[in-house]
């Protein structure tokens, strides 16, 4: 499996930058409370795939433990198709990992899409974690088969 491209993603970087500046860095850490990664995912799927991907979330000290988990399919155009989207209980300083089973609409269009996961602490900070996945044209049979 080949990831063609891959976008790790935070907060805004001007806004941590100019809390950074005013002598914030305390407050900026103290609202970091998740990471998000991707450890597998494919690169090649067709509509109507149950896709399956491995990933992890660990809660970096929030004392809360409800966080939303999602998986976004992002097209070139920037449209969004909402996956999975759950709430995870994550102790604090804790990780959890495993598998997920994700099913790609039959009407999807082929094309190269951005396979994103977000994850989202109760303090509202995100963090994101992106691969590229191409989505092939159905094989075979039309209407009927």
């Known amino acids: ?8 993603g935070a907060v805004p970087v001007l806004a941590v930058a100019a809390l950074l500046m005013i002598g914030g860095a305390p407050a900026v850490l103290a609202h970091q409370c998740v990471s998000v990664e991707i450890l597998r995912a494919p690169d090649v799927a067709n509509p109507g795939d149950l896709i399956e991907t491995e990933s992890s979330a660990s809660n970096c000290g ?5 966080f939303v988990l999602s998986w976004v399919l992002v097209s070139e155009t920037g449209d969004r198709i909402l ?3 759950t709430v995870a209980r994550i102790a604090p300083g804790g990780t959890i990992a495993g598998l997920n089973r994700l099913l790609l609409p039959r009407r999807l269009r082929p094309g190269i899409y ?27 049979g039309g209407r009927g088969h």
């Open 62 to 66: 929030d004392p809360a433990r409800g």
């Open 114 to 140: 951005d396979l994103t996961y977000f994850g989202e602490a109760p303090s509202g900070f995100t963090d994101t974690d992106t691969v590229r996945i191409v989505i092939r044209p159905r094989q075979g």
């Open 1 to 8: 499996m080949l990831r063609i491209e891959r976008v790790k």
């Open 83 to 85: 996956l999975k989207k």
